[in-house]
């Protein structure tokens, strides 16, 4: 019953900015990680970025000085500010989370959203 969608995705130049947002909703009891993964055409689905609820972040080295991931905890969301941004960033963008459910506290799962298209061309 926990669900994840992500916003924002879209059509844009090389160089333009793009930002993606994801919210965690249902019966959900704590959010340890939340991050977003990507996947092109032909390729594996790659980690972009994760954050912890603690403020941690991670990012692939193909983004860093570029993404900036950000959490806000108490609306369960996740934001991807992306920058600078080049054709080979296209790819379908995930959001994921692990959480624990109030129902089973003791489990963490992961959860995946439906995913959101991100292009960059002229």
């Known amino acids: 019953q926990v669900q994840l969608v992500e916003s924002g995705g879209g059509l844009v130049q090389p160089g333009g900015s793009l930002r993606l947002s994801c919210a965690a909703s249902?019966?959900?009891?704590?959010?340890?990680?939340m991050g977003w993964y990507r996947q092109a055409p032909g390729k594996q689905r790659e980690l972009v970025a994760t954050s912890t609820s603690g403020g941690s972040t991670n990012y692939a080295d193909s983004v860093k000085g570029r993404f900036t991931i950000s959490r806000d905890n108490a609306k369960n969301m996740v934001v991807l500010q992306m920058d600078s941004l080049k054709p080979e960033d296209t790819a379908v963008y995930y959001c994921n989370a692990f959480i624990r459910t109030v129902q089973i506290m003791e489990v963490t799962r992961v959860y995946w959203g439906q995913g959101t298209q991100v292009t960059v061309s002229s």
């Open positions: 249902g019966s959900i009891f704590s959010i340890n990680r």
